[in-house]
Each structure stands twice: as structure tokens, then as C-alpha cells.
């Protein structure tokens, strides 16, 4: 589901927070109240949502916490684009949430800011997606309930593919020179976000790399993942790639108004996209780099935390329990019907009908085939050093390797911060 913000980077990735818990302020409130006006026994629980762009999204919210009859809940729906900041900021003082939604961050574990979910969700474990499982568990412990997994891959206009005789890359080379082949004097070939970040991780993974080894060590300074950066300069520099659209890679209007033949976007976008575009849309994974690499998918999405250090943690957890674990037709709703996800509950993923045919059901396949999940060790700092190399290196001509090395030395100063 796309935000409402104009942000250069992925807000289901950068979003992992950030300022580390580190900075000090209050929160005004935002957003309005959700759920009853009076009524309700026990204590009041607050929830955090950041501002969906997607039509129904805030009411929906409110729908599921209305009926809720153990406690009033109430929704702080939080418009702008400095979402973390304002929750990072709010967790700092007593007008804290007792529940709100944000990624995998080990950080919010090791200073007990996030309550472990294990017994509320182990008797379900099974049903859930284990990759999702994995990348909020750390220590055998779980945090954090998986509410909707957000695929992501390039978009494609079949007609302008035919009309200028473009096969679907499959490696990044290919995705080179279709899009020197789709541009006109009027449509760019491809479009990979204002400042191209929105595909760092995919880079790394299409390059048969990955962000870090299983025993949290860097794993990304790797020759084939610079060539994919040489790659990348090139297709930056050769005046075939859509910069600074109006609206950043989450939002579908560069792919819908026609400024663009190819645009990395997300699964929520498909409803908007088929909507002015019909049926003259297809997908494809990022291509794969290198001889060794795979093409791959990134998968984003929300999870909903519980507050350690509130007042309510265990009316907190009952209700996170409630609508996100027993009311699978409110998940399936939150899933399907305002954009495009994947329900992370296997039982439901393969009963929503809305993802059974057509694109949804190729993204599906995708997602399934070529999928990559958040690696909780991965943290905003970490993501950030890489951000630099994609801005030194491709937007800059830096030396990718002398910029992966770098990069390799500032996360390594932070896993040992994390991990000794």
C-alpha cells in the first residue's frame, strides 16, 4: 500500500528505523480517534499506522478496532512522510502506542521496546509464511505479527514491448537495452525510483550475493555485485531512464501516464495500474546479474509490534491476537481489497480469490519463485551505507569496489555493535 509522501526511498525498507530510539521529543497527535466514543471496559489501548495512500485503508482500520469489545481502541493514523520519526519520538515519552505497525528491527529487540509474541502466535506458526516467521524471530523468540507481504518487481506495458520487438529481460544487460529500445521522444524506457535505492537489495541478490552470511558477516562486496553497479551507471547516464518523476516508485502514475514503458513498483499498485492501463500490464523479477546470479523479488510489508514498555502489554498482545491472528476475514479484507498483498497466513493466501488469476496470480508466482525477505540484522544504518554506494557509484562514477569496501567497513562496525 503506497503512503502518502514524497519521499526518496523505500518506505517499507528505510522506514526500519531509524533514529534508533536515540532522539528525544514529543509527539502532538495525529491522525483521529478510532473505534467508540464511550463504552468498553479495561484499559484503552493506542495504535500507530502510518497514512496508506490507497482508498478505505484508514476506515478499514477503524472498522476492525470498532469492533473490538474488550477495549476501546484508538488510531493515531499518521499522515506525512516522517512516519518513524514521529514513532520513534512518541516511544520515547508516555503518550507512547501500545501497538503499531512498522518492519523487523533488531533494534527495537535488543532495547526492549518490542514484547516477544511467541505465545500468541506459536499455535498458528505453521500457517504463517516461514520466511516470515524467520525474519521477525530472534533468539527462538518472535516479534512482531506479519499483517500483509508487499512483492515488488518490474511492471511492463506488452504493447510497447511488441510495437518496439523488446523480449522480457532476463538479465541486467537486457534490461539495458530494452530500455534504450522502448524510449521515445515522449516515453521513457525504464524507471527504478528518483534515486534508484528502491533496487539496491535486489542488485545484490540478482548478483548471487546477499546482504549478510548466516552468521551476520557482510556478504555484498562481491565482483559480480559491482558489475551490477557499472551496469547500473550506464543505464543512469544514457538518458533512457525516467529521473525525478512527480511521484516516487510506489506511486503507479509514472507506468500510468504513459512517462514510462517499465517501472519497479509493488503488488498494491496492480488494481490502480489496471484500472487506466486494463489488461496491457505484465511483471518480471529484477534480472539476474552476472553468470551466477538469479533474478529475484523483493518482499516488503507491515508487521504489527507490541510495546514492551507500555502500560497495557497484555491487552496490547490480546488485541493484536484478536485481528491479526483469529479474524481472518478482516486480514483478508486488509489484504485484498485496497491494493493487492499477500495475506502472510498460508491458509488464507491460497483461498483469496482475488490472487488466483490474472497479474495478481503472476505475482504470486513471482513472489513464490524468486522471493527475498528482510534479514533482521539488516539494519537502517546498514541499509544507509548502501544507499551511499548506489548514490557514489551510480549516480557519482565513484569506484564501485572502493565504495562496497567502504560500505562492507561501516557495517561491520555496526554488527559488531550488535552482535560483539
Not at 506479519?146 to 506495458?157: A, E, S
Given at each position: 500500500m503506497s503512503a502518502?509522501?514524497?519521499?526518496?526511498?523505500?518506505?517499507?525498507?528505510?522506514?526500519?528505523a531509524a533514529l534508533g530510539l536515540a532522539a528525544a521529543g514529543g509527539l502532538a497527535a495525529c491522525g483521529s480517534n478510532t473505534g467508540r466514543s464511550s463504552g468498553g471496559s479495561g484499559d484503552r489501548l493506542v495504535q500507530y499506522f502510518h497514512a496508506y495512500g490507497e482508498a478505505g485503508v484508514e476506515q478499514a482500520v477503524k472498522k476492525y478496532a470498532k469492533a473490538y469489545d474488550k477495549t476501546d481502541v484508538t488510531t493515531q493514523w499518521i499522515t506525512g512522510n516522517n512516519f518513524e520519526q514521529k514513532?520513534?519520538?512518541?516511544?520515547?515519552?508516555?503518550?507512547?502506542?501500545?501497538?503499531?505497525?512498522?518492519?523487523?528491527?533488531?533494534?527495537?529487540?535488543?532495547?526492549?521496546?518490542?514484547?516477544?509474541?511467541?505465545?500468541?502466535?506459536?499455535?498458528?506458526?505453521?500457517?504463517?509464511?516461514q520466511a516470515d516467521i524467520t525474519s521477525h524471530t530472534v533468539?527462538?523468540?518472535?516479534?512482531?505479527?506479519?499483517?500483509?507481504?508487499?512483492?515488488?518487481?518490474?511492471?511492463?506495458?506488452?504493447?510497447?514491448?511488441?510495437?518496439?520487438k523488446v523480449e522480457v529481460p532476463t538479465t541486467l544487460e537486457e534490461l539495458v537495452e530494452a530500455a534504450a529500445k522502448l524510449k521515445t521522444s515522449k516515453v521513457k524506457g525504464?524507471?527504478?525510483?528518483?534515486?534508484?535505492?528502491?533496487?539496491?537489495?535486489?542488485?545484490?541478490?540478482?548478483?548471487?550475493?546477499?546482504?549478510?552470511?548466516?552468521?551476520?558477516?557482510?556478504?555484498?562486496?562481491?565482483?559480480?555485485?559491482?558489475?551490477?553497479?557499472?551496469?547500473?551507471?550506464?543505464l543512469f547516464t544514457s538518458g533512457d531512464l525516467l529521473l525525478d518523476a512527480p511521484?516516487?516508485?510506489?506511486?503507479?502514475?509514472a507506468f500510468t501516464q504513459g512517462l514510462t514503458a517499465i517501472q519497479w513498483c509493488g503488488m498494491w499498485a496492480m488494481p490502480a495500474m489496471q484500472q487506466a492501463l486494463g489488461d496491457d500490464i505484465g511483471v518480471f523479477p529484477f534480472p539476474k546479474?552476472?553468470?551466477a546470479g538469479k533474478e529475484s523479488v523483493y518482499n516488503g510489508g507491515w508487521s504489527m509490534f507490541?510495546?514492551?514498555?507500555?502500560?497495557?502489554?497484555?491487552?496490547?498482545?490480546?488485541?493484536?491476537?484478536?485481528?491479526?491472528?483469529d479474524q481472518k476475514e478482516y486480514q483478508e479484507d486488509f489484504a485484498t481489497s485496497y491494493g493487492f498483498h499477500i495475506p502472510p497466513r498460508t491458509s488464507l493466501a491460497e483461498s483469496a480469490t482475488k490472487l488466483k488469476s490474472g497479474l495478481p496470480a503472476e505475482g504470486?508466482?513471482?513472489?513464490?519463485?524468486?522471493?527475498?525477505?528482510?534479514?533482521?540484522?539488516?539494519?537502517?544504518?546498514?541499509?544507509?551505507?548502501?544507499?551511499?554506494?548506489?548514490?557514489?557509484?551510480?549516480?557519482?562514477?565513484?569506484?564501485?569496489?572502493?565504495?562496497l569496501a567502504a560500505c562492507e567497513k561501516k557495517v561491520t562496525t555496526e554488527l559488531q555493535k550488535l552482535f560483539g
Open positions: 502518502l509522501s514524497s519521499r526518496n526511498f523505500d518506505r517499507r525498507t528505510a522506514l526500519r514513532l520513534f519520538a512518541a516511544l520515547l515519552t508516555k503518550n507512547a502506542p501500545d501497538v503499531f505497525e512498522f518492519h523487523p528491527q533488531i533494534q527495537l529487540i535488543k532495547s526492549g521496546q518490542v514484547a516477544d509474541l511467541t505465545d500468541i502466535i506459536e499455535p498458528v506458526k505453521s500457517d504463517f509464511n533468539d527462538g523468540k518472535i516479534y512482531g505479527v506479519r499483517m500483509i507481504d508487499d512483492p515488488q518487481f518490474f511492471f511492463y506495458r506488452p504493447s510497447l514491448f511488441e510495437k518496439a525504464a524507471y527504478l525510483g528518483n534515486d534508484l535505492t528502491p533496487v539496491q537489495h535486489n542488485l545484490i541478490w540478482s548478483a548471487g550475493a546477499d546482504t549478510l552470511t548466516a552468521d551476520n558477516k557482510p556478504a555484498f562486496n562481491t565482483d559480480a555485485v559491482a558489475d551490477g553497479l557499472k551496469q547500473l551507471r550506464g511521484a516516487d516508485w510506489w506511486d503507479p502514475s546479474v552476472g553468470s507490541v510495546n514492551a514498555k507500555g502500560k497495557n502489554v497484555e491487552a496490547a498482545k490480546e488485541y493484536v491476537k484478536w485481528l491479526w491472528i504470486v508466482k513471482l513472489f513464490n519463485e524468486f522471493g527475498h525477505f528482510d534479514n533482521i540484522g539488516w539494519t537502517q544504518a546498514m541499509i544507509a551505507a548502501f544507499n551511499d554506494v548506489m548514490a557514489n557509484s551510480v549516480r557519482k562514477d565513484g569506484d564501485p569496489k572502493a565504495q
